[in-house]
């Protein structure tokens, strides 16, 4: 009988696992959680933000949800980032063949995917002729702007000029990325 995948999970931890808390001169704890950048980030599987930017442990505070947009419970992870890890950058990561925005744009705005979609199917209605991927740096942009205008954390401190808003979209064809510029003025939240 194969194996399952949890098994076959649990497995891959057991050859890398001790390599994560230890370094070569034997056990020296935990990597330190002081990132400097938080990534919000879409769910998708081929798109590992520390992998994309090479980064080790602990250097990087990771929220993902499908669709990379500022609902609530993600914006408040980046509260967190922000205002008890004290991140200096908060980057929105979004993709090209992003299946979120597929969905927004063929107008699965409602049920389970309501949430997370609503703002992407805004920007789909505003923008009729716009393509996935130009939709995707569209959303990107659009979610920049929900976290400039945030009235928490992430939105004082990057109009008091203490965290740095930056956005990009990973070609998950080529590994290139294209800077996406925001806007201040919030579109869609």
Not at 75 to 84: C, E, F, H, I, M
Not at 103 to 132: F, K, M, N, Q, S
Not at 164 to 189: K, M, W, Y
């Amino acid at each position: 009988m194969p194996e399952s995948l949890w098994e076959n999970l649990v497995a891959a931890h057991k050859r890398v696992g001790a390599e994560l808390g230890h370094g070569a001169g034997g056990p020296v704890g935990p990597p330190k959680h002081e990132p400097k950048a938080a990534i919000l980030a879409c769910s998708d599987a081929r798109v590992p933000p520390s992998v994309i930017f090479d980064q080790d442990a602990g250097n990087l505070f990771v929220v993902r949800i499908a669709g990379n947009t500022a609902v609530p419970s993600a914006v408040a992870s980046l509260d967190y980032a922000v205002d008890v890890l004290g991140v200096d950058l908060i980057v929105v990561l979004g993709h090209t063949g992003c299946g979120a925005v597929t969905a927004a744009a063929g107008g699965t705005c409602g049920g389970h995917l309501g949430p997370i979609v609503a703002p992407i199917c805004e920007i789909a209605r505003a923008c009729p002729d716009a393509g996935i991927d130009q939709l995707a740096a569209l959303n990107v942009a659009n979610t920049i702007a929900v976290l400039a205008a945030h009235e928490g954390p992430v939105g004082g401190a990057v109009a008091d000029g203490l965290v740095e808003l930056r956005g990009a979209i990973h070609d998950v064809t080529t590994g290139r990325l294209t800077v996406v510029n925001g806007t201040t003025q919030p579109a869609f939240s």
